[in-house]
Nanobody, 124 residues
Framework: QLQLVESGGGLVQPGGSLRLSCTASRSSLDYYGVGWFRQAPGKERAGVACVTNGGSTYYAESVKGRFTISRDNLKNTVFLQMDNLKEEDTGVYYC??????????????????WGQGTQVTVSQ
């Protein structure tokens, strides 16, 4: 069964950049869409960027123009490039896989199975 592991988080100053990785093991990621979700302190988890297996993307309004989701099927990995980070981007970032939904629907869906996530802290 396909498993996803998030990595790449850290502490960065406002205006800085980070690149998160969502790497699959035990199976190929080729046939799945992948979504990045964020759980900010005191808030519910919400989708920020999603990509289908065909490459269609969706971004939450709050990250549009700053975050870029991409996939490298040879590396079995989906990346989230985060630029011009703001303090409100702080949170734990998780990735999920999706078989059927399009990118926007994926980002607006509720999932019940999550990995450990990776912490992103944007602070002076």
């Amino acid at each position: 069964q396909l498993q996803l592991v998030e990595s790449g988080g850290g502490l960065v100053q406002p205006g800085g950049s980070l690149r998160l990785s969502c790497t699959a093991s035990r199976s190929s990621l080729d046939y799945y869409g992948v979504g990045w979700f964020r759980q900010a302190p005191g808030k519910e988890r919400a989708g920020v960027a999603c990509v289908t297996n065909g490459g269609s993307t969706y971004y939450a309004e709050s990250v549009k123009g700053r975050f870029t989701i991409s996939r490298d099927n040879l590396k079995n990995t989906v990346f989230l490039q985060m630029d011009n980070l703001k303090e409100e981007d702080t949170g734990v970032y998780y990735c999920v896989k999706e078989t059927y939904l399009g990118a926007q629907a994926m980002c607006r869906s509720t999932y019940t199975s999550w990995g450990q996530g990776t912490q992103v802290t944007v602070s002076q």
